[in-house]
């Protein structure tokens, strides 16, 4: 069974704050996502990596970093958090001969007071 | 630019019941479309379909794509509590998946 973990199920942070989601899978894949969950919008498209030090912006960059140091892991960064941010952060992976059927994490969700 | 719209946006039923989900797209370079099942937490996989009028199965659920009218449905008969969830229909086009915002079903006992 794929696994998809992230490092905080609910996270509350302060206007300005550095903010550091983690996401791991152990099953070798290829490439992993980062999206967003908000009400009436669905999941949108933060960041992907189909490789790793190789990132691609999504829909949504804006405001948001990525790191992919190793394989497992891929991290997203509010460099700056502010309220808008407050949302549920999905991460996924996929392998790469088969990128659309993609395994989700837990999610984490945020609030940014 | 790329849309897909899911109805009916929400769903009451009583357990027993058959249920039908809609999805229609309107995706550029569309190459599959999946559909998820998101409880209180992580999407889960249910279905990838390709190929048009071709039915998948699994137990209870069921669904099927239309790659000429561009819609999608999901079938769930005899619906149990425990299919209470969002369900998400997200087309696949060259590089991402683009979701819906899916249809919340609610089902009583």
């Known amino acids: 069974d794929v696994k998809v973990t992230q490092s905080s199920r609910y996270l509350v942070k302060r206007t300005g704050e550095k903010v550091f989601l983690e996401c791991v899978q152990d099953m070798d894949h290829e490439n992993m996502f980062w999206y967003r969950q908000d009400p009436g919008l669905g999941l949108r498209l933060i960041y992907f990596?189909?490789?790793?030090?190789?990132?691609e912006k999504g829909d949504i960059p804006e405001g948001y970093s990525v790191s992919r140091e190793k394989k497992e892991r891929f991290s997203l960064i509010l460099e700056s958090a502010s309220t808008n941010q407050t949302s549920m952060y999905l991460c996924?992976?996929?392998?790469?001969?088969?990128?659309?059927?993609?395994?989700f994490g837990p999610g984490t969700r945020l609030l940014v007071l | 630019e790329d849309k897909v719209v899911q109805s009916p946006l929400s769903l009451v039923v009583h357990e027993g019941d058959t249920v039908t989900l809609n999805c229609s797209y309107e995706?550029?370079?569309?190459?599959?479309l999946l559909w998820y099942k998101q409880e209180k937490k992580a999407p889960t996989f249910l279905f990838m379909l390709t190929s048009s009028g071709i039915e998948k199965k699994s137990g209870r659920l069921s669904s099927i794509l239309d790659k000429k009218e561009l819609f999608s449905i999901l079938n769930i008969t005899a619906t149990q509590t425990g299919d209470s969830a969002i369900y998400l229909c997200a087309p696949y086009n060259t590089d991402k998946l683009i979701f819906g915002t899916g249809t919340r079903l609610q089902v009583f006992p």
């Open positions: 996924a992976s996929s392998l790469w001969q088969n990128q659309e059927t993609q395994y």
């Open positions: 990596s189909y490789d790793v030090k190789m990132k």
């Open positions: 995706v550029t370079n569309f190459r599959s």
